[in-house]
């Protein structure tokens, strides 16, 4: 009989576990993890490119050059770009981060994110 009940507790036991395992999944799925870089497409234009990717990382998948650097996301750094003679007026974009018209430039950022993370990472789909 005790062999029976000790059973009963630890099946009452392992369906409390998987219920609050089960309810924990569920609500975990809403929140988004944090990644130390993240590679995403290029969207259409722009604007939606800097609003579509997640900031606050290091690496800028959708323009292929650090996140700190960014003009395309970072507006504020555009008039430095400028000043410093560093724009493509056709591009909308700093002249050394222009891949269309300079697609030798993406070297020089390849560089860092394969010296960081052992692999190339890919050319931004202009």
Request: charged share 25%; aromatic share 8%; with cysteine.
């Amino acid at each position: 009989m005790k062999l029976r009940s000790s059973v009963s507790i630890m099946f009452a036991g392992l369906i409390a576990a998987a219920t609050f395992t089960f309810a924990g999944c569920s609500e975990s799925a809403t929140v988004t993890p944090v990644a130390e870089d993240v590679e995403s497409a290029e969207p259409a234009g722009d604007e939606d490119a800097a609003s579509s990717h997640q900031h606050g990382v290091w690496w800028c998948g959708a323009h292929g050059v650090p996140e700190e650097e960014c003009a395309r996301c970072d507006k504020s750094l555009v008039a430095k770009f400028k000043a410093a003679g560093d724009w493509c007026e056709q591009d909308n974009r700093p002249d050394s981060q222009c891949f269309v018209c300079h697609p030798e430039n993406f070297e020089k950022f390849a560089s860092l994110y394969e010296a960081k993370h052992g692999e190339r990472p890919k050319m931004p789909v202009e």
